[in-house]
Nanobody, 116 residues
Framework: QVQLVESGGGLVQPGGSLRLSCAAS????????MRWYRQAPGKERKLVAA????????IFEDSVKGRFTISRVNAKNTLYLQMNSLKPEDTAVYYC?????????WGKGTLVTVSS
């Protein structure tokens, strides 16, 4: 079965950096577009970034453009989100996502807290 396991979250000061990872299993990782979403307290879950199957095409939500980078290593079945110049408004639970055969699959998420 599809499994997505996020890691790398934590507490960081404004202006700091974190790298999130998502370990994928149970499907052919290299064949699917992968996405990162986030959900801030009291708000809806929103798309942060997406990457195509070979990593040559990416999209980003406007507020993270120029600060976040999404990447993947298909040989390791792993998705990454490099987050730089973090702001308090980036505080959220970050989720890895794949849409496969008509269903969305989610990990349990990893909490990122940006605070001084």
């Amino acid at each position: 079965q599809v499994q997505l396991v996020e890691s790398g979250g934590g507490l960081v000061q404004p202006g700091g950096s974190l790298r999130l990872s998502c370990a994928a299993s149970g499907f052919t990782f290299s064949s699917y577009v992968m996405r990162w979403y986030r959900q801030a307290p009291g708000k809806e879950r929103k798309l942060v970034a997406a990457i195509n199957t070979v990593g040559g095409s990416t999209i980003f939500e406007d507020s993270v453009k120029g600060r976040f980078t999404i990447s993947r290593v298909n040989a390791k079945n792993t998705l990454y989100l490099q987050m730089n110049s973090l702001k308090p408004e980036d505080t959220a639970v970050y989720y890895c996502n794949v849409w496969k055969e008509g269903m969305y699959y989610w990990g349990k998420g990893t909490l990122v807290t940006v605070s001084s």
